[in-house]
């Protein structure tokens, strides 16, 4: 079965690191996760988690497709505590269906609290592999869209690869029944876990997003280049749009669109933010419409 040999993959392809099985971590390590437990339950009940936000631009013209919602935590003395310090923690911890709710509702708040001039900006918002075995995902989400008014299309939802998704059935079913509600997904991180075709295969996903492992060196490595080409006619085929992370700099944001990637997310386009960057900040769109301003 699939999914079988996709968990057999990582236990023997990952042998440091071994987030799937909370028997298989070290006493330090879960000491430390137990520590985090307090702090984790305490930000999502005084709501010290924030989101910042992220643009994903049009290659063929430099507009902003929609902003990428990333989850942050505020800790002693003002400290920011980025998510791959307290998600995988939450993951095995029990607390990660907590903050996913979080990061929805507060995701579809900011939305509707937006001026009516922004009423066409969307939001991509993580979720983490188990958060579509709590049947009260797909109540939340259509709770809240009622609620607020917020159109349905604003938001996609994404999904990692490289997370452990537990029940492959069960998360196609969630994902078909929100898909229903007028949401779109993205298959996140692909390329970087081991069950790439197999999620692509199982999930009906609208984009998929290539892992910044392959896109950071893009412009001078050339396995990246036959690798992305492929993910890109791939995705195509399956009538699948594609973004890319980790888009850096204008070269790589260059050669992306030469090779017919979609849409691009990247410092070289703006950092994640605590507001939306006014579209006339993502300066590149200049530079995508005239490749001569490069030189
Ligand atoms: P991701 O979804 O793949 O998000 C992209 C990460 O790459 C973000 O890190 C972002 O800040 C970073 N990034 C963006 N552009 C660049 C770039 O040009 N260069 C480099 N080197 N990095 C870039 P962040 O915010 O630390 O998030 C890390 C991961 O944590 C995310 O990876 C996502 O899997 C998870 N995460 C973030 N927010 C949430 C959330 O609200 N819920 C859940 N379940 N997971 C989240
Ligand atoms: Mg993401
Ligand atoms: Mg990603
Ligand atoms: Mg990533």
């Given at each position: 079965h699939g999914r079988q040999a996709c968990n057999l993959a990582k236990i023997n392809g990952r042998q440091k690191i071994k987030l799937y099985n909370q028997?298989?971590?070290?006493?330090?390590?879960?000491?430390?996760?137990?520590?985090?437990?307090?702090?984790?339950?305490?930000?999502?009940?005084?709501?010290?988690?924030?989101?910042?936000?992220?643009?994903v631009v049009q290659l063929n013209n430099g507009d902003v497709s929609h902003y990428e919602v990333l989850v942050r935590m505020r800790g002693e003395n003002d400290q920011i505590i980025t998510p791959d310090q307290f998600i995988p923690v939450a993951e095995r911890m029990g607390l990660i269906h907590a903050i996913d709710l979080w990061v929805v509702e507060n995701a579809i708040d900011f939305l509707a609290a937006l001026p009516s001039y922004l009423s066409r900006i969307s939001l991509a918002i993580n979720l983490s592999g188990s958060a579509f075995q709590?049947?009260?995902?797909?109540?939340?989400?259509?709770?809240k869209l009622e609620l607020t008014w917020v159109d349905a299309g604003r938001l996609t939802f994404e999904i990692t690869e490289t997370a452990a998704v537990d029940n492959f059935e069960r998360t196609r079913d969630m994902i078909?029944?929100?898909r229903e509600l007028g949401c779109k997904f993205a298959l996140d991180d692909f390329g970087a876990g081991f069950c790439s075709f197999n999620y692509l295969k199982t999930f009906p996903v609208d984009y998929v997003k290539i892992d910044g492992q392959f896109v950071r060196n893009?412009?001078?490595?050339?396995?990246?280049?036959?690798?992305?080409?492929?993910m890109v006619e791939i995705a195509g085929k399956l009538g699948k749009k594609t973004i890319a992370e980790f888009v850096e700099t204008p070269a790589i944001a260059l050669k992306l669109k030469e090779i017919g990637v979609n849409l691009g997310?990247?410092?070289?386009?703006?950092?994640?933010?605590?507001?939306?960057?006014?579209?006339?900040?993502?300066?590149?769109?200049i530079l995508l419409n005239s490749d001569k301003s490069l030189q």
């Open positions: 028997e298989d971590i070290s006493i330090k390590e879960r000491r430390r996760d137990i520590y985090w437990i307090p702090i984790i339950r305490k930000a999502v009940r005084d709501n010290d988690l924030f989101l910042v936000f992220q643009p709590y049947p009260d995902l797909l109540q939340v989400i259509r709770d078909i029944k929100i893009l412009d001078h490595n050339e396995t990246d280049q036959i690798l992305v080409k492929s997310q990247g410092y070289a386009f703006g950092k994640p933010e605590r507001s939306l960057l006014d579209g006339q900040q993502v300066s590149l769109a």
